[in-house]
């Protein structure tokens, strides 16, 4: 038996390997059919899936103990809530998915599309009223974002048929139509207006520097200032120095708020809605001035809006539109961190209403620049980090010899048979200053390119500029109507009866 052993020892120790291999063979075989039994499985889930209706959605508008009210399809319904989803998910607003037999399965999120509206109005907590562009107002409810966020004036997105609004998107409507920004001119970069800026200083910063001297003196601030005078002499600069001073002088610095209205931007032509956009404006002033910080809200071209009533040739908005503006200015004496400073170069045309005092109190006149605060307005252009030839004194002095040399522009005739020689330099604005620095910088400019010279700007070519400006206006003046230079010439109550060009 030892001997047949050792004989067949070597054939089943074979055999042994062979059904050792066939073994894990089959095992892996097991593991291969039950992994593509498992896909199989997946395929026939997915399909099964696929056979399923499809999932609708829904707005969440209330809901307790597992039930939900929603609205899908049209129409407001009670359903189940699954056990999966969360009840601090469900908020009044938020959009839901609705699986098989109805009931809510997710929770998704608001929606981030819909009709753009104003708001107009909040009524309580968690309602507002809200108007559409074209002035229809309807009453919804706010969703938990827009609860401790939103204000009058903002523009939300709504879903008029749920009666929710969902989001407030960036864009105001008071933005649209004004800068809060305090701007970054100061005082220093106004040359030649000295006693207007005095003026103004002594007007609108004095109340917020001394405070307690104005209440012992029982001296009430005013509410408002007019700037008014030529185009371009720096009224609107003026205006937003006049927050910058106060921002830097007063509080904590940048504290000042400046609302620049975009006046022509507030015409609409739907009934009151010109008027709702005023009441938004200052709405908004009183809401900045509420902690004691000072607020200026700028009209500039103010007689673009509040014209003396009965002026109007067809809709005659006028009559609605300059009342709501008194009425605005008649509450700020309840804040009285609210300034309201309007500009214009048409002074006659606003309602008197408005310029009386206790509205628009300080009235400053920014005329046109003398020689001397032409010099110094060149001053603040040409400076000594700019290239130039020679020295900026002699420069300026060039710039303002030319500007101010005699050289007719238009004769007048009077009522009385009188003439009225005006020059060019009866036309000077800061404005026109600005630009003939600009125009003799190009001109430096082109002969550095050229290589005729690269000293900089000189002073004939300050000359150049000068002589440019002026032969580019030589056909602006309105000849067709010569009473209007009855004004410009300041010969109030004298009736120019012809005007004629003799540049």
């Known amino acids: 038996m030892a001997i047949e052993d050792d004989a067949f020892g070597p054939q089943l120790r074979e055999l042994k390997r062979e059904n050792q291999a066939m073994g894990s063979r089959n095992k892996k075989l097991a593991e291969l059919l039950k992994a593509s039994r498992d896909k199989l499985n997946d395929l026939y889930a997915q399909l099964e899936a696929l056979e399923e209706p499809a999932s609708t959605y829904g707005i969440y508008l209330s809901g307790a103990r597992g039930e939900a009210e929603v609205f899908t399809s049209g129409r407001r319904m009670r359903v189940k809530v699954s056990p999966n989803v969360s009840p601090e998910a469900l908020a009044p607003g938020t959009l839901v998915r609705l699986g098989d037999g109805t009931i809510v399965v997710e929770a998704c999120g608001y929606e981030d599309t819909g009709q753009l509206a104003t708001l107009v109005e909040r009524i309580g907590t968690d309602r507002a009223v809200v108007a559409d562009q074209q002035g229809a107002e309807s009453l919804v409810r706010l969703a938990e974002p827009l ?54 200083q002594d007007s ?12 012992a003196y029982d001296l009430t601030p005013p509410k408002g200032v007019l700037l008014y005078g030529p185009p371009g002499c720096g009224k609107t600069l003026i205006a937003k120095a006049v927050a910058n001073s106060l921002s830097t002088r007063i509080g904590d610095g940048g504290s000042a708020h400046f609302i620049n209205v975009k006046g022509p931007e507030l015409l609409n032509k739907f009934v009151g809605e010109t008027e709702r956009r005023i009441r938004l404006i200052f709405e908004r002033a009183r809401e900045l001035a509420s902690d004691g910080r000072p607020v200026i809200v700028f009209f500039d071209e103010m007689e673009s809006i509040f014209r003396t009533r009965g ?13 709501q503006l008194l009425t605005e200015i008649d509450g700020v004496e309840d804040i009285a961190n609210v300034i309201v400073i309007g500009a214009t170069n048409r ?13 628009l109190d300080i009235k400053i006149r920014v005329s046109r620049p003398t020689r001397d605060e032409a010099r110094d307005i060149f001053a603040r ?48 604005s800061g404005a026109m200053i600005a630009n003939i620095v600009d125009r003799a910088k190009k001109l430096a400019i082109k002969d550095h390119i050229s290589g005729a010279s690269t000293s900089g700007v000189s002073a004939e070519h300050l000359r150049a500029a000068v002589r440019a400006e002026q032969n580019e206006s030589e056909d602006l003046p309105n000849t067709s109507n010569p009473d209007e230079w009855a004004r410009i010439t ?14």
């Open 381 to 428: 252009y040409l400076t000594d980090d700019i290239p130039h030839a020679t020295d900026t004194a002699t420069l300026i002095d060039a710039a303002a010899a030319a500007l101010f040399e005699p050289r007719p522009f238009i004769r007048l005739t009077l009522a009385d048979g009188t003439e009225r020689i005006l020059h060019y330099s009866d036309f000077v």
């Open 490 to 503: 300041g010969h109030h109550g004298r009736r120019v009866v012809s005007a004629e060009v003799i540049g």
């Open 347 to 359: 002074e006659e045309l606003i309602d008197p209403a408005i310029l009386r005092p206790g509205r």
């Open 147 to 200: 609860l401790r966020t939103v204000r009058a004036g903002d523009t939300v997105i709504c879903d008029m048929r749920v009666g929710f609004a969902y989001e407030k998107v960036a864009k105001t409507e008071v933005n649209q139509l004004s800068l809060e920004e305090v701007p970054d001119v100061t005082y220093a970069d106004i040359g030649g207006l000295t006693s207007q800026i005095e003026t103004i």
């Open 204 to 215: 609108v910063e004095l109340p917020f520097s001394h405070p307690d001297l104005y209440r």
């Open 311 to 323: 002026s109007g040739v067809s809709s005659d908005m006028e009559t609605t539109v300059v009342p």
